[in-house]
């Protein structure tokens, strides 16, 4: 999905310093899992290091109709650990939230970026330790 880098360059300016693009893909990530559309069994980047992983090994994306089959079929990849080290936790966060973000727009249309600029004017609501102002 070539959307992510423009969604995370409307988002970075939003919310400036307080989020790495880590925190960005983690936040797609779980607005897909909670959506039901992806299960990580295991760690978030996993999924991204298993399609990068999977890439490498000839099982591309354009191969398959849906971004769902997709990942089913990368679910059946087995890592390579010594590979796995190799690949940057954002390269992997970056690559599980382009999928997170395809299974997203594919079941519910490009209104997905507007909903998270929406979560990154108010952090208040998903950032479990976000600053908040004292009250009165």
């Known amino acids: 999905v070539t959307i992510l880098p423009s969604v995370i360059g409307r988002l970075n300016p939003i919310i400036g310093t307080i989020l790495t693009v880590i925190d960005i893909c983690k936040?797609?990530?779980?607005?897909?899992?909670?959506?039901?559309?992806?299960?990580?069994?295991?760690?978030?980047e996993e999924l991204g290091d298993r399609a990068l992983q999977g890439e490498?090994?000839?099982?591309?994306?354009?191969?398959f109709e849906t971004y769902e089959e997709y990942v089913k079929e990368l679910e059946k990849l087995e890592l390579d650990?010594?590979?796995?080290?190799?690949?940057?936790?954002?390269?992997k966060f970056e690559k599980a939230a382009e999928l997170a973000l395809g299974l997203t727009i594919e079941k519910y249309g490009l209104a997905i970026p507007q909903l998270?600029?929406?979560y990154a004017k108010r952090p208040e609501l998903w950032i479990p330790d976000y600053p908040r102002l004292p009250c009165g």
């Open 81 to 91: 650990p010594e590979r796995s080290m190799e690949i940057s936790l954002e390269k």
């Open 56 to 63: 490498e090994q000839g099982i591309l994306l354009k191969d």
């Open 116 to 118: 998270l600029s929406e």
């Open 27 to 44: 936040t797609v990530i779980t607005i897909a899992e909670k959506l039901g559309l992806l299960e990580t069994k295991e760690k978030q």
